[in-house]
């Protein structure tokens, strides 16, 4: 098989905004691709595997060299990319006949190729490809193909082509290297599970139900322990002899953008946690998580101004030893006892927070107004931990959120099921002048029915367009939900909303009725006010 | 070619605010008003409007025209002329060859006084089993198209697009394709594309585009078996092609199909991003407009030592056509590229 077929599959899943298509093509990319195309293929979609044999630049003067400037000029202007302006301009030499090239052929001839010849071995291969295997090619060796596949989505496509659980394959998928064979041997159903021994690999996390009123009722308070939940992103701490990793949720392999955590990992064990911007013991807002997080490295200013820190929930395995099977107040006791022994750097526990009665943790909860956190969790005192969302065992009891009532400003089409329908919207708060000031956008909370609604609303009140972007008329009232509010420079109100989404349409309410951003501001204001750790 | 006495052709063809104007012969060519003697390439809006006293063009341009304006709208009175037949209009000689756009559609040849020039008015090169080829008429003023006038612009075989469609069909079928496509010319020459390709089944369509598809049937040109796609049933659509206007592929009426895979067919899908500014999921590059080689091409072949270019992207066409020997002239034309792909989706797109 070609980098032809594999342009095919790029070019759809660059158009392609529905997850269950994305799979669906997955799939029969794995289904129809020989070895070692389709493990090449999807290292290349997750980015495990990022060729940097050729920049940009150098492609732009690989078609120089044969192109008019005007003429590229004019092309440029239109097409507005460079990798594709280049891919649809290139004009193949006369003469050419040669098959379009593998992607082993590709990646093997840049590993082995002398630095000189690659802009040769480029222009080869361009010559022998059309448009979209041109921009393919372009796309691979440059090191870009940002086509939106994460690897949790490329396991799940495994998973659902092989007829596998999607638990087992990723408790090997970092054990396999490129191009997987033995990973697809096993799930041909030729060869066996592949053993990934020492190396440092992810168990998928015990993930929790949220709880409602009916769910509360039947709970024993001495059944359950409970702590908070912090509001930064659940890692995997992975430490041993074959070295050290940082997993998020998903299981993507986030280590190279928090070194002071793997620095600090100087132990045996697999922990999970709450990775959180921690200054002076007080966990900052989300935010400041968020400047780390999505960075292939971090510079040493970094990690001053935001350092990273891990809240420790749980241990799984202590050296060797499998505690996953043991009950949850046993694994507590091991991980204080662990944490004790090993005293690891920017490590601390995660509190549990005592409780007489469900109604005194409700009224714990009610209390809770820090930004850092997001309510509770329940874990019952006897669960082992298993892997993935498993009803009654894990609660997260979230608490009430805040709300604003929001004036709607500007409306965008949504993706796949929803293109049809105005389906985000932005809205905006007054500030004491007068002025509208957009504070945040959401795209759920809503029923079909208010959703038909808004559609209609919003198409009968436009006063602008923009592209796919409507401006309305500011007449209706929107009441926001949100988990909390943050300060940010990035946005023109200086506010930045957590999960906001739309909790009802206020028809009754006019539109200068809506909040004013003081009201919002003060919402920081005693978020701060109630200091870090409550409880 | 042209004898050197014979007068340059910019002093009988005329640019006008009602489009060009051939002087002796008192007649337009696509205007762009109604005015009272018009001589029109094809049926696309952009070229034939309606109001006129007198329309000349293919009998089945005519037939178009009435089928979209209304009886009467479409010239007081009508004549039709075939290829090959040749008229002479105050001294004027006037001819028409296909030029491969739409069914009807007709390059317009006229000689006065010893000079030639073609007004070819839309046209492709591919074979498009709705329409006559193009023929290529030598001459000494080529008037020209530039929709697709930038090197990027090279359109892929048709037939493989139509291949990517039905793998794609094959891939999800339960989820119904529906194809952007203009309902003069494109939409007929996908459903005839489709049958070429072994596509048996019924080719579902938009309203908006079943009178012309009954239109080309009466021309002689089968389409299969069409249906309504507004009237079927939600469940009756999995699995099926669905053919409707660009505009309402991904607005409210497609919400009627089931979890529809949003496809467009035309030139600018050469283009990421444009394509994906209309949110759509597949983009075919099918164009019935020639592409920058075909351009390219066919100013050569005609032999033409000048090139009048009425729309589009002329400064590309001009520069390259100048590196060949070949004077460009840009008209400026007011009012083309209305229909069809003359402009971009994201521009033209409600």
């Not at chain 1, 940082?246 to 299981?251: K, N, V």
């Not at chain 2, 052709?9 to 003697?37: H, M, N, Q, S, Y």
């Not at chain 2, 929709?147 to 037939?159: K, S, Y």
């Not at chain 2, 600018?268 to 080689?293: T, Y």
């Amino acid at each position: 098989m070609s980098l032809s077929a594999f342009a095919a599959l790029l070019e759809r899943l660059v158009f392609t905004p529905g997850r269950n298509a994305k799979l669906a093509l997955l799939r029969q990319w794995f289904a129809e691709q020989p070895d070692p195309e389709r493990g090449i293929g999807l290292a290349a979609l997750t980015e495990e595997l990022r060729l940097s044999a050729a920049r940009p630049a150098m492609i732009r003067e690989l078609v120089m060299t044969c192109t008019d400037p005007e003429l590229w000029r004019l092309s440029y202007d239109y097409v507005g990319d460079m990798a594709e302006t280049v891919a649809l301009i290139w004009q193949p030499r006369a003469g050419v006949n040669a098959p379009p090239p593998a992607l082993s052929d590709v990646v093997a001839a840049l590993e082995a190729a002398p630095k000189a010849e690659i802009p040769a071995l480029i222009a080869g291969w361009l010559d022998t490809l059309d448009a979209g295997g041109r921009l393919a090619l372009i796309k691979l060796v440059t090191g870009g193909l940002r086509v939106g596949v994460s690897a949790r989505l490329a396991r799940v496509a495994l998973a659902e082509w092989s007829g596998r659980p999607v638990e087992e394959i990723e408790e090997v998928w970092h054990g396999v290297s490129l191009p997987y064979a033995p990973l697809f041997r096993w799930l041909d159903g030729t060869g066996p599970r592949p053993d990934p021994r020492e190396a440092p690999v992810f168990r998928p996390l015990m993930l929790a139900h949220p709880l409602e009123a009916a769910d509360l009722a039947a709970l024993r308070a001495e059944e359950w322990r409970a702590e908070w939940k912090w509001d930064g992103i659940r890692v995997q701490l992975v430490a041993g002899p074959g070295g050290r990793r940082l997993f998020s949720r998903g299981g993507e392999d986030i280590s190279a953008a928090f070194p002071e955590i793997l620095a600090a990992m100087d132990f045996h064990a697999v922990l999970d946690g709450e990775l959180l911007v921690i200054r002076d013991g007080e966990v900052a807002p989300f935010a400041d998580l968020q400047q780390r997080l999505n960075r292939k490295t971090v510079t040493a200013k970094m990690q001053r101004d935001h350092p990273a820190a891990v809240r420790l929930y749980d241990l799984l395995f202590d050296a060797e030893e499998d505690l996953r099977p043991l009950p949850f107040d046993a694994r507590r006791a091991r991980l204080e006892s662990w944490h004790a022994r090993a005293a690891p750097a920017r490590m601390d526990l995660s509190a549990l927070v005592p409780f007489d009665s469900l109604d005194a943790l409700a009224r714990l909860r009610e209390g809770a107004r820090a930004a850092a956190i997001e309510g509770l969790m329940l874990k019952r005192a006897d669960a082992p931990y298993v892997s993935g969302r498993v009803k009654g065992l894990w609660w997260k009891w979230k608490r009430e959120p805040l709300t604003v009532d929001a004036v709607l400003m500007y409306a965008q089409r949504g993706h796949g099921r929803r293109s049809s329908f105005y389906s985000d919207y932005t809205f905006g708060v007054w500030r004491e002048d007068g002025e509208l000031v957009p504070i945040g956008k959401a795209y759920s909370g809503y029923t079909d029915e208010e959703l038909a609604w808004l559609d209609r609303w919003i198409r009968n009140n436009t006063v602008n367009r923009f592209g796919p972007v409507r401006e309305v008329e500011r007449g209706l009232v929107l009441e926001v939900a949100f988990d909390a509010v943050q300060r940010s420079s990035r946005h023109k109100s200086g506010v930045a909303l957590r999960f906001p989404r739309i909790a009802r349409i206020r028809r009754d309410k006019p539109a200068e009725e809506a909040d004013r951003l003081a009201t919002v501001e003060a919402m920081i204001a005693s978020a701060l006010a109630e200091g870090e750790r409550p409880g | 070619m042209r004898p050197v006495t014979a007068p340059h052709p910019e002093t009988w063809l005329k640019v006008t605010p009602a489009g060009l104007f051939c002087e002796p012969g008192g007649f337009f060519i696509d205007p762009t008003r109604a005015v009272d003697r018009a001589v029109i390439s094809h049926g696309h809006s952009d070229h034939a409007r309606p109001g006129h006293a007198h329309v000349l063009a293919t009998a089945e341009t005519l037939a178009i025209m009435s089928a979209r304006m209304g009886e009467g709208r479409a010239g007081v009175s009508q004549q039709a002329l075939r290829f090959g037949e040749t008229l002479d209009v105050n001294g004027v000689r006037l001819w028409l060859r296909p030029a491969g756009h739409v069914l009807g559609s007709a390059q317009v040849c006229l000689e006065w006084r010893g000079a030639r020039v073609v007004v070819s008015g839309d046209y492709k090169r591919r074979p498009d089993p709705t329409a006559a080829g193009f023929e290529p008429e030598p001459c000494d003023v080529f008037v020209t198209e530039a929709t697709f006038a930038l090197p990027v612009f090279r359109h892929p075989p048709p037939e493989a697009e139509i291949a990517r469609l039905l793998r794609s069909v094959a891939l999800f079928p339960e989820r119904t394709h529906v194809v952007g496509c203009y309902s003069l010319g494109k939409c007929q020459r996908l459903a005839a594309m489709l049958r070429q390709a072994g596509w048996e089944a019924p080719i579902h369509l938009h309203g908006a585009h079943v009178a012309l598809c009954r239109t080309y049937e009466a021309l002689g040109i089968p389409l299969g078996p069409l249906r309504t796609a507004t009237v079927a049933k939600k469940e009756d659509l999995k699995g099926a092609i669905v053919l409707a206007p660009p505009s309402a592929i991904a607005d409210r009426w497609a919400r009627r199909l089931a979890e529809p895979v949003v496809c467009n067919a035309s030139g600018w899908m050469r283009v990421r991003q444009r394509a994906k500014q209309g949110g759509v999921e597949l983009p075919l590059v099918i164009s019935d407009h020639a592409d920058w080689d075909e351009l390219l091409a066919t100013a050569e072949e005609v032999q033409a030592p000048e090139v009048w270019v009425t729309h589009g992207r002329e400064d590309a066409l001009i520069h390259a056509l100048g590196q060949r020997g070949i004077r460009g002239r840009a008209l400026h034309l007011v009012g083309r590229g209305e229909e069809d792909e003359g402009e971009a989706p994201g521009e033209a797109a409600a």
